[in-house]
């Protein structure tokens, strides 16, 4: 069990999980970098903003990655995988409508 001190946009706290304090620190330095590029696009205020966003970011990342894991599994196993361009078109398109709205609310 690992204990992780915080200290990112203009709030500390600590926090206390079942990795180990390496992992921990890991997560945290990658967030970091997520929040400090995001803190440099001029529409993002604030650091509620900041977050909510990388957080949105990080989520696209995983939900890609594991979009990959699966596509990969189904090859593995022979099955053929039949790509739906009008639901990834979809999917797309209501990213960037998503996007839009968060920068005119910012």
């Not at 001190?5 to 992992?23: H, K, V």
């Not at 993002?44 to 979009?67: F, H, N, R, W």
């Amino acid at each position: 069990m690992g204990k992780l001190q915080i200290n990112l946009l203009g709030t500390s706290f600590t926090i206390q999980a079942n990795e180990d304090e390496e992992y921990l620190n890991k997560l945290l330095g990658y967030y970091s970098r997520i929040v400090n590029d995001v803190s440099q696009i001029d529409s993002i205020k604030t650091p509620l903003q900041t977050s909510i966003l990388a957080g949105i970011m990080l989520c696209d990342e995983v939900y890609k990655e594991k979009s990959n894991a699966v596509a990969k599994e189904k090859m593995q196993n022979g099955q053929v995988q039949i790509i739906d361009d009008e639901k990834g078109e979809e999917l797309e398109r209501r990213t960037i409508a998503m996007i839009d709205k968060i920068n005119k609310v910012l």
